[in-house]
């Protein structure tokens, strides 16, 4: 089976731009979240999505958004990017059971530097 | 607040020996803890889970314990290599009014000398 991909590995924008990032989710699995890692802060949870819809939301602005298809890839989006976006970005699918554990299986992440 | 703090400075042993890496939390009600490695420039990759009603969960060389009490978990990785280098992630799994949140620690790198 394959595993999470993303798309792009790296990325270079400047101040301003809007970039956006793609995953695809392990066959089978219906839940797609992206994180955020950064040295300062770690790995910090931006969203998760099941089955089209946004399920649950970590603390950042309004220019971080996502979507997810009905094939389960999913998007994210930055706009209006600022220097301390600059970080991996990291998206992780899970079978997502309501009350089971939730095994998260990481893609290797898109580097993001805004200059 | 709710925090969870892991040992920011690395770890550096021996090869051969048992590491221990830990996890405290506050102001959390976990469902589930887990631990991952992340190696440089990947993703993380899930070791292990323990749920609140376990003490201890083994797999191979690897051991975590979580105590509710004391809200900790030891993680530990016997007769070390080093393979075994790379930087050790735990996460706690709770269910916030509904929604589930996973939440990671900043992790702890862990060094094995040859």
């Known amino acids: 089976k394959a595993g999470v991909t993303q798309t792009p590995r790296y990325l270079i924008k400047t101040r301003g731009q809007q970039v956006t990032l793609s995953c695809s989710p392990i066959?089978?699995?219906?839940?797609v979240s992206w994180y955020q890692q950064t040295p300062g802060q770690g790995l910090q949870f931006l969203f998760e999505?099941?089955?089209?819809?946004?399920?649950n939301k970590g603390n950042f602005p309004g220019r971080f958004s996502g979507r997810q298809f009905s094939n389960s890839r999913s998007e994210m989006n930055v706009s209006t990017l600022e220097l301390g976006d600059s970080a991996l970005y990291l998206c992780?699918?899970?079978?997502?059971?309501?009350?089971?554990?939730?095994?998260?299986?990481f893609g290797p992440g898109t580097r993001l530097t805004v200059l | 607040s709710q925090k969870i703090e892991q040992n920011s400075e690395a770890l550096n042993i021996q090869e051969g020996k048992t590491a221990t890496l830990t996890c405290n939390y506050t102001?959390?009600?976990?469902?589930?803890l887990q631990w991952y490695r992340q190696d440089p420039g990947r993703g993380p990759v899930f070791l292990l889970l323990?749920?609140?009603?376990?003490k201890e969960k083994r797999k191979e060389r690897l051991k975590v314990t979580f105590d509710t009490t004391l809200k900790q978990s030891l993680f530990h990785i016997t007769a070390s290599q080093p393979a075994d280098s790379a930087t050790y992630l735990c996460?706690?799994?709770?269910?916030?009014?509904?929604?589930?949140?996973?939440?990671f620690g900043s992790g702890t790198r862990l060094q094995v000398q040859p």
């Open positions: 323990i749920r609140e009603n376990e």
């Open positions: 066959s089978g699995h219906r839940s």
């Open positions: 996460a706690l799994d709770r269910f916030d009014t509904g929604r589930r949140a996973l939440t």
């Open positions: 992780a699918s899970t079978y997502r059971q309501s009350r089971g554990h939730n095994e998260q299986f």
């Open positions: 999505y099941f089955s089209e819809t946004q399920r």
């Open positions: 102001n959390y009600s976990p469902a589930y």
